[in-house]
């Protein structure tokens, strides 16, 4: 049974669309991540499940229930902000069970429930420090803990680790869907950062524009994106996207006229190729322009440039890129991404060629 479902969802303030007639389902016990750039709607769909934004139009269900127009306090929901939204007068203990004595729960229950959160997240020795006493990641097992112990089977998530650094984010990512996994939550979680979406979710629904572009798993939105926008958006450093033209030889790059890239194809198109499928040598492939490259550590992300377009490449170690090298370039047909020029959508009618 799906815990929630949304059908034709739209939001307006006056003559703006910011959600636009968007459907899905979430099924129970699933970590599902809203994913896109800021100012996609993602944050505004999270926030009319919560009943925190009203709908313009559609049908909202949780459970078997119709909740399009339903306070909040009936959607039996918690919800984690980016803020953490603690109550800087109140310590750790008294604003994890805040919510509790508003809804008048037995004082033993609240205890008992308290020490059972606490112990989950890690939280056990700082019960009587203030939120101005605890750390970026405290503060967030905090407002972890506020949403656990109301025992609500579905939990919102509005980006709760893009104030945290890098590796408190890493490392909050892994607790917060270990709980998911354990308690067996149901997670609907925002964020704009695909590698979270990408090691977290069991589904992605990307958005873009208020409309879904696409939705899936993470292996699905990687392996085989529907558009060249799902394509440029998955995947750290994005896909290459080309401008190709037609020729009677056969597809080739614009700006690079010798080497057919694709088969004949009847309307203008799009190649993707990611750049850990791009190979570097000095004779075979497509004559290329080496630019810089960005030294990772493990790796190096080179920049280069084929004619007029620009092209990254993933290369394992360090490459040193000092000044403009000339070089070579090639990938394997079945790395190979089609997408249409006008519309972006992925077109699996061209047959892709090696280089």
Request: glycine letters at 8%; one cysteine or more.
């Amino acid at each position: 049974m799906s815990a929630i479902e949304l059908s034709g969802i739209t939001k307006r303030w006056g003559g703006l669309v910011a959600v636009d007639n968007i459907s899905f389902r979430v099924e129970e016990g699933t970590f599902t991540v809203l994913l896109g750039p800021s100012g996609c709607g993602k944050s505004t769909t999270l926030r009319m499940i919560a009943g925190l934004e009203e709908i313009s139009e559609g049908k909202l269900k949780i459970g078997d229930a119709d909740m399009t127009h339903a306070a909040p306090s009936e959607r039996k929901l918690s919800m984690v902000f980016q803020s953490y939204a603690l109550f800087p007068h109140l310590n750790v203990e008294e604003n994890i069970l805040f919510g509790l004595k508003i809804r008048k729960i037995p004082p033993e229950e609240q205890s008992a429930r308290l020490l059972k959160v606490t112990d989950l997240v890690g939280l056990s020795s700082l019960l009587n420090r203030k939120p101005s006493q605890l750390s970026g990641g405290q503060r967030q097992r905090v407002a972890l803990a506020r949403a656990i112990i109301a025992e609500n089977s579905i939990c919102l998530m509005d980006e709760p680790l893009s104030n945290l650094d890098a590796k408190l984010r890493h490392d909050m990512r892994i607790e917060i869907r270990a709980l998911q996994q354990r308690l067996k939550m149901t997670v609907i979680y925002v964020t704009h950062d695909q590698a979270e979406a990408m090691s977290m979710a069991d589904k992605i629904i990307l958005i873009r524009d208020g409309k879904i572009a696409q939705e899936g798993t993470p292996d699905a939105l990687y392996d085989r994106p529907a558009t060249a926008f799902s394509a440029s958006f998955i995947g750290t450093p994005p896909m290459n996207i080309l401008n190709t033209v037609i020729s009677d030889n056969g597809v080739m790059i614009e700006s690079e006229n010798h080497t057919p890239v694709l088969a004949k194809s009847a309307s203008p198109v799009m190649l993707g190729i990611r750049p850990e499928h791009v190979k570097i040598s000095d004779s075979q492939g497509i004559p290329a322009e080496l630019v810089s490259g960005d030294y990772l550590g493990a790796e190096t992300v080179i920049t280069a440039r084929i004619g007029s377009q620009e092209i990254l490449v993933r290369a394992a170690g360090r490459v040193r890129v000092t000044k403009p090298v000339a070089a070579h370039l090639s990938w394997s047909d079945q790395n190979i991404h089609v997408f249409d020029s006008k519309s972006g959508k992925r077109n699996d009618s061209v047959q892709g060629l090696a280089v």
